[in-house]
């Protein structure tokens, strides 16, 4: 790994309730300029090779859709990312928690009430299955749009109510 990857400092900035809607903003965006190349595909193909285009685009259509199913997996990580490191940024006197559990009982000792926690805990088992043992190839978790939008939402009213909270780190 090179060095300066070793050495990287995240918490220039810090996290916030921002940073959850960005990523999902770029996912979509992403997915959505992938959608305008295919349909621009689309139009040649069928100019080009009137005869065999829907034998042609039937394929390169279907892994489109997977594709676009592994972006909104990606996503879904990042929001679980973005909330573990919004909660060491906001929340918790700097240091080393041990994932996502070793935060929420930090919180909990800081004397927060993780309200959400259930319901967040959920989407961290589908993040770390994702993660740890993604699905194979052409078989996508079969993650929309709709299941981002889900959790980005939980993810930010856990973090509105955790700042409602907030004492003073």
Known sequence: MREALKNLNWRLYGLGENDF????????????????????????????????????LDDLLYYKGLEARYLWECCIVRLIGIFEGAIERHFLPEGRYGGYA??????KDEGYIFVQEAEVREWVDLRNALAH?????????????????ECCEVLKRAFRDLRGQKKPV
């Open 21 to 56: 809607d960005n990523f999902v903003r770029i996912t979509s965006e992403l997915i959505e300029d992938r959608r305008a190349a295919m349909t621009a595909l689309d139009a040649r193909v069928r100019e080009e090779h009137p005869d065999d285009a829907d034998d042609i």
């Open 102 to 107: 070793g935060r929420v009982r930090a919180l």
């Open 133 to 149: 043992s993604p699905p194979e190839a052409f078989r996508p978790a079969m993650i929309e749009e709709t299941d981002a939008l």
